[in-house]
């Protein structure tokens, strides 16, 4: 029945009655639109028709059973016996027919899976004869179908028994509609037996004895009806529940039942997986005589029907992909007797019969979308599969080499054995094209074009252009194979990308780069095996092998010279390496797996530090083994010296005739070095004298030769004329005889006299060692002027015999304080050379006089000075220090580089007086400096600086160490007259930024006048007015100038500088006062602001008191609130269910109105008080400023009581029962109604714990402040500035906060208590809350309270310190002075 999926009806006619209701009969057949409620689901499903077969008279009525599971399906659904018995027939004819008919319904309805109906067809005359029939007894009579159906139908619900008057239609109808009930009754019959014959062998399966190929009949048999019915599906899910059992079978080893495993018989490589007629499966199946060969074939192939009629193709070649890697791997393990032959023929033939089936149904599936796409790239990939097993049978009939299979399977689908070299297997085929294909090569060669060209086509068709270039490779590689070079380049070049190699392109370059090496291409050959090289992560081992070692041939192959930007190489982090003099350490990475020589290497590195034209260094190294992995090469050169900072920008390695550019452009290496100065280059270094510039070169190890050339430059201030006739501001300076070794050469500069005390300059020298060119860059600081200024006075005797007087000094003119240690004049040493000594350093602009009597007045005098600076004292010991250092942390090679840096920051942050004052060094912290030099040193020496420069910061100074340096000048004299200048200051105290009178006397000796400059200079003090004054002096004079203190503290009295006005129309130094006295009490109180600038803090605290009313609101509702029943969660939830989001700013207008009381009234007493109770040097006391700030709270917390108290009755009017609520209007009509309802006292009532509270919050909020404030600008990580203001008013909310709670919680209460307060005084209330609720209870409302109090806090005092700011920038009389 599976053949013609048609169900049988058997008729029995005995009478003879079937012609004459053929006709009739079969035109009403196939049975249509039936209700069938069965299959998996046991759902109601509709049967569109139903086709049946007729058999008349050919199955007999026996004992046996209709249905035998495991059988074929042959046997009636539906047993018909057409019956007539006349009327007129005797009654022994009559009793005979019907016994004959009952004894056939009751034999019917023993069969099991079958149905039965009883047809009664009357004769012709039987309405005549029923007219002229005698009288019915009791008036009626039976009829003879009356007389069946009582003898039949034994239950009046099942119609068994039905009547036919073949003229009638009605009649007609009625019969089918039982035929139907009685096929859909017949069955649901079977499909139970079928279904409890399942069950059983199913639940037998564990048995010994237990047979599969009977369950899979009996499973068949139920999948016959269902192909019957229609329902495809369902017979496919049965068809899946045997393939899953035998599989699992199969992997317990338990179908032994299975004799053997089939194939290798003639015709079996060559198969139709649909043509289930080739053998006689089932029959096979029957007798348990099937191979698993022949099972597995006849199984998929049933699959492969259903699966075709169900239109689901997809799902078909899923399933046919899985069926032939599943089979042909099984056919492939030992002990199926199959050669590797035998099986490659059979996949071969099987992918062609299922692209063939494709082609057939692709066609009636082009209308779905996408389907078309699915098919033809499964035919591809079939015909890819097809094509693998053409290479595995061309090795085997030595139509291709044995080493084809190694080079061909670039797309692998189905797994092909590994065959060794001398593999010498002769295949035997029956599918006659592969017979024809296997007999010569070039027959061979046409199937297989022809199966990649179509496999190309299909996946051209579903977009997989990447797997269609692989194919065209594989037709490339047969090329290659019959040595058809030019043909497969031809194929090669298109498919192999310019840009970029992926997996299956490397595979189609390795081909491609063989062709081209055949055919002499060797640049094409080179640029293929580099791009393979690179891209060595898709290559397996050998290959990688076999490409390094053509790439190694191909750089010296090539015909000529050539330049290639390439990934193989890639460098690394760079490091300096000074062991070899003037040179870094590169690390390459190199692709190619074998060690490679390269010629030579180089690097060019780029200064990275210098703004003008970037200069350019290239590095080299010869003769450089590079490995396969990492590898570190030490790249320099003796020709440049040039300290700083490079990036490595690109390198160069030269191989055989190819030069590779390698970029640096790693992100995750470091590029930058920083390159200490060659040990082999010369040392310059500048002594500056007045008016001209010493230059010391000084020769290391190797001797200069002779016409050293240097150019000295400065391209932003000009500091240097150029005298050298080139272009460009700068200086050429030669050495024209040699520099021995260790030995020094002397160079002079002329300055003119507008340089500034010191600049950078680049220092440019060209040089000759030996006849070799070199060149030195550097940047120098250059001091251009002494630190020291030197003048000489002569005094003259008022009487003729008296002796002169002549007064030389010397002037501090730098930043940098002197000590003067000799001061000679004419080559002797002065009488009070000692005491210059013992004066300690000078600060700038302070002077030493020396003052000698002589008899005669010569026009001038050469004077002699020994000093040494504290710069030159600090360096000369850090130097030291450093180089102890250096050697202990393993940074010796860095040491002149941290000199300069360590100098450079301390020249820049230098406390100068704080340094003599404690002996030691006070400059700003090295951190940053270490963040510095980190970017220019190597990972290793990082953390060594960071504890070299910990080290440093808490070293010890020597200041009495002496450094000393001399100065020779000679002096022009000019006679002057003494004249003498006190300074006083009026008042001996001045407050911020207000004037004092600074009265200056001259008393000038001799009858004659002068005209004299007084010019009054000060570093802590600015004058307000004219700096200097010019009046004419005959014998004494008074001068006021108007000054103004810049700092706090104590300040010592101004520079007053006296200038004479000559007949030479110039203005000639006639004296310099120095105040020696101690210091005046001139005093800076501490900064402070006008009481009416609290009014703006008032407006602050109301606008932070928008964002934190809602949080002050909170914290009302828990202090008020009795027990442990209250919680935050609850409170928030009250109000919003009762009065909304609104519900939160209750009692705005009365919080304002006490912002503007009592924040405004304790801000103006803290400042006044403050200004009060300050000592006279301006300093305050931590203890001043608690009494400040408790006593401010106090003014504050009386003033803003009354608007305290409607506040929090406002706040916790809500919480209040709707008869109790006060429903104030605002702030001012709550004031007036308590004071009408309470009396003006009410207005106070709880003003003890509230200005208890305000004193303590105000003394712990604002002195908190000042103490925090202090205590961060002590810390090196703080400034004046925004985030100094938030982290003190932070710090202080919290003091604050917690503080005040319990004295905030007691006033809370007693402030809505209301007239019958439990609560007597601040103490009992305390003590009554703890007793009744416990300590905690006096913590309620801390967390919404700090919420609201730190922004409050912090808002108030950023907006106090910014209106202070802009008070000082706006008012004061504060400016910015320069002094020449």
């Known amino acids: 029945m599976l053949g013609t999926d048609k169900l049988k009806f058997s008729i029995t006619d005995e009478f003879g009655l079937w012609p004459r209701i053929e006709k009739e009969f079969t035109s009403r ?15 109601a499903q509709f049967v569109s028709q139903l086709a049946v077969e007729i058999a008349v008279n050919q199955e007999s009525i026996s004992g046996e059973e209709i249905v035998l599971p495991g059988q074929q399906q042959s046997h009636a659904l539906l047993h018909i016996c057409l019956v007539t018995i006349g009327e007129h027939e005797s009654d ?104 409890e014959e399942i069950r059983r062998l199913d639940a037998n399966r564990m048995l010994p004895g237990w047979n599969y190929c009977r369950f899979f009949m009996v499973k068949e048999t139920l999948v016959s009806l269902y192909r019957a019915l229609g329902l495809n599906d369902e017979a496919l899910a049965q068809y899946d529940e045997l393939e899953a059992a035998f599989f699992q079978l199969l992997d317990a080893r338990q179908l032994a ?70 089979l042909s791997l099984a056919m492939r393990e030992p002990g199926t007797g199959l050669s590797a032959a035998f099986v490659a023929a059979w996949s071969y033939s099987t992918c062609q019969n299922i692209v063939e089936i494709c082609e057939g149904v692709q066609l009636a599936q082009a209308d779905r979308s996408g389907a078309g796409r699915v098919l033809a790239a499964a035919k591809a990939e079939f015909l890819t599969s097809a094509r693998q097993q053409l290479d595995l049978l061309g090795t085997l009939a030595r139509r291709l080499p044995p080493t084809y299979l190694r080079r061909s399977n670039t797309h692998t689908r189905v797994t092909t054995p590994e065959l060794s070299d001398d593999a010498n297997i002769e295949p035997n085929v029956t599918n006659p094209v592969l017979a024809e294909a296997l007999g010569s090569d070039e027959r061979f060669d046409q199937v297989y074009v022809r199966t990649c060209e179509q496999a190309t086509q299909y996946y051209l068709e579903s977009g997989r252009r990447r797997f269609a270039q692989v194919l065209q490779g594989d037709i490339a590689q047969l090329h290659i194979c019959r040595r058809r070079w030019s043909d497969a380049v031809r ?19 390795e081909r491609l780069a063989v062709c081209e090496r055949e055919l002499g291409h060797k640049d094409a050959c080179l640029d293929l095996v580099l791009r393979l090289v690179e891209n060595s992560q898709f290559l397996d081992a050998q290959s990688c092998t076999q490409h390094a070692a053509m790439l190694e041939e191909l750089v010296n192959e090539v015909p000529a010279a050539r330049q290639i930007q390439s990934k193989l190489f890639r460098a690394g982090d760079v490091a300096a390496d000074d062991e070899a003099g003037f040179g870094v350490a590169v690390d390459i990475r190199s692709k190619v797996p074998r060690t490679l020589r390269a010629k030579r290497i180089e690097a060019l590195l780029v200064a990275g530090n210098r703004d003008v034209q970037q200069l350019e260094v290239t590095m080299d190294a010869d003769d450089v083994e590079l490995s396969s992995d990492l590898t570190r090469v030490r790249l320099g050169t003796d020709v440049v010296s040039c300290p700083g900072r490079f990036e490595v920008q690109s390198l160069r390695i030269f191989i055989g005739h190819i030069e590779f550019i390698v970029p640096v452009s790693n992100p995750n290496a470091r590029r930058f070095v920083r390159l200490n100065a060659h040990p082999a280059s010369p ?124 007064q030389v000094r010397a002037q501090c003119c730098a930043l940098d304080p002197v000590r003067l240690h000799t001061l000679c004049t004419d080559g002797k040493a002065d009488a009070d050379s000692a005491q210059l000594s013992g004066r300690g350093f000078l600060l700038f602009a302070e002077t030493a006089t020396v003052v000698q009597a002589i008899d005669t007045v010569p026009s001038s005098v050469d004077v002699h000075v020994e000093f040494s600076s504290l710069l030159d004292v600090l360096q000369a010991q850090i130097n030291d220090y450093v180089c102890s250092l250096a050697a202990e942390h393993k940074l010796s090679r860095h040491t002149r580089y941290l000199q300069r840096l360590i100098m450079a920051h301390v020249r820049q942050t230098i406390d100068a007086p704080a340094t003599l004052r404690e002996s030691r060094l006070v400059c700003e912290p090295f951190a940053p400096l270490w963040s510095l030099a980190s970017q220019d040193c190597s990972q290793e020496v990082r953390a060594e600086m960071r504890r070299l420069f910990h080290k440093l910061s808490g070293q010890s100074l020597d200041t009495s160490r002496s450094c000393q340096r001399s100065l020779d000048m000679t002096l022009e004299l000019a006679l002057v007259t003494p004249a003498y200048v006190t300074v006083s200051l009026d008042s001996r105290f001045c407050r911020a930024f207000e004037a004092a009178s600074l009265r200056v006397r001259l008393q000038l000796d001799g009858t004659s006048g002068k005209r004299l400059s007084v010019m009054v200079v000060s570093s ?93 609101l909170l914290k009302v509702r828990l202090q008020t609130t009795k027990g442990a029943n209250g919680g935050l969660t609850t409170v928030v939830r009250s109000i919003i269910s009762q009065q909304g989001v609104l519900g939160f700013y209750n009692g705005i207008s009365a919080a304002v109105l006490r912002q503007m ?85 009410g207005l106070f009532k709880g003003a003890v714990p509230n200005v208890s509270r305000a004193m303590l919050m105000t003394g712990a909020q604002l002195c908190s402040y000042d103490g925090f404030k202090q205590l961060l600008l002590s810390t090196p990580y703080f400034s004046e500035g925004l985030l100094l203001h938030f982290s003190a008013s932070f710090l202080s909310g919290f003091v604050s906060t917690t503080i005040t709670s319990p004295f905030d919680v007691v006033k809370t209460r007693v402030m809505n208590a209301g007239s019958n307060s439990p609560y007597r005084n601040l103490f009992q209330a305390m003590v009554l809350i703890t007793k009744e609720e416990g300590i905690r209870a006096l913590y309620k409302g801390w967390t919404p309270s700090f919420v609201r109090m730190a922004p409050q806090t912090i808002l108030t005092f950023i907006f106090l310190e910014q209106f202070r700011n802009f008070y000082w920038n706006r008012y004061s009389i504060r400016k910015q002075v320069r002094f020449e």
């Not at 209700?35 to 759902?43: C, D, L, M, P, V």
């Not at 089932?282 to 239109?311: C, H, K, P, V």
């Not at 060119?773 to 002569?794: G, K, N, Q």
């Not at 210091?1079 to 803090?1097: E, F, G, K, R």
């Open 1020 to 1112: 802590e003090c600015m004058v307000a007015g004219a700096a200097a004054q010019e009046v004419s002096v005959r014998g004494s004079v008074e001068l006021h100038f108007s000054i103004v203190p810049l700092a706090t503290g104590y300040l010592p009295l101004p520079e007053v500088i006296c200038h004479e006005y000559t007949d030479d129309l110039c203005w000639t130094r006639l004296h310099t006062m120095l105040c020696d006295s101690p210091s005046s009490l001139c005093v800076l109180q501490n900064d402070s602001l006008p009481v009416i600038c609290s009014v703006p803090v008032g407006f602050a605290a109301c606008a932070a008191n928008f964002f934190t009313h809602p949080l002050d």
């Open 29 to 43: 057949l196939p049975l249509r639109n039936l209700i069938w409620k069965g299959g998996i689901t046991q759902t």
């Open 92 to 195: 022994t004819h009559k009793a005979e027919a019907r016994g004959r008919v009952k004894a056939w319904a009751l034999k019917a309805a023993q069969h099991k899976g079958a149905s039965w109906l009883v047809v009664f067809v009357p004769s012709t005359n039987e309405t005549t004869q029923r007219a002229s029939a005698g009288p019915k007894f009791l008036n009626m009579r039976a009829t003879i179908y009356d007389r069946l159906r009582s003898d039949i139908q034994s239950r009046k619900d099942a119609n068994h028994v039905v009547q036919l008057r073949p003229e009638a239609i009605d009649s007609w109808n009625s019969l089918f509609l039982a035929v139907r009930e009685r096929a859909v009754q017949g069955l649901e019959d079977r499909v139970m037996t079928l279904g």
């Open 1157 to 1241: 009381t009592y924040s405004m009234a304790r801000f103006a007493t803290y400042e006044e008080l403050k200004k009060q109770m300050s000592s006279p040097d301006g300093s305050l006391p931590f203890y001043r400023m608690a009494v400040a700030g408790i006593t401010a709270g106090a003014v504050g917390g009386i003033c803003g009581t009354p608007a305290d108290i409607v506040l929090v009755r406002l706040q916790n009017d809500g919480s209040l029962p709707a008869a109790q609520r006060r429903n104030y209007k605002n702030a001012f009509d709550g004031l007036f109604r308590i004071a009408r309802a309470e009396g003006p006292l």
């Open 491 to 509: 194929i090669l070049r298109p498919l192999v990308p310019a840009d970029s190699l992926h997996v299956m392109d490397v595979h189609l370059a």
């Open 683 to 806: 040392r310059i270094t500048f002594y500056p004298e007045p008016k001209r510039l010493r230059v010391k070169v000084a020769a290391s190890n190797a001797p200069i030769d002779a016409g050293m050339r240097i150019w000295l430059h400065d391209a932003n201030s000009h500091l240097l004329q150029n005298r050298s006739g080139d272009d460009g501001t700068g200086m050429t300076l030669t050495v024209a005889d040699a520099v021995a070794a260790d030995s020094h050469a002397m160079l002079e500069v002329a300055l003119d006299g507008t340089q500034p005390a010191s600049g950078e300059v680049s220092v440019y020298a060209e040089y000759s060692v030996d006849g070799e060119l070199r060149m030195l860059l550097d940047t120098e600081l250059v001091e251009f002027v002494p630190p020291l200024r030197l003048s000489a006075h002569i005094e003259q005797g008022q009487q003729p015999d008296s002796a002169s007087i002549l």
């Open 257 to 326: 039942w299975f004799s053997k495993f089939g194939g290798g018989a003639d015709g079996d490589d060559f198969t139709d997986i649909l043509n289930l007629s080739k053998k006689p499966y089932r029959r096979q199946i029957a007798d348990n005589t099937i191979s698993m060969f022949d099972f597995r074939l006849y199984l998929f192939g049933q699959q492969s029907r259903l699966l075709i009629e169900m239109r689901q193709f997809e799902e078909f070649v899923v399933r046919a992909q899985r069926f032939v890697a599943t």
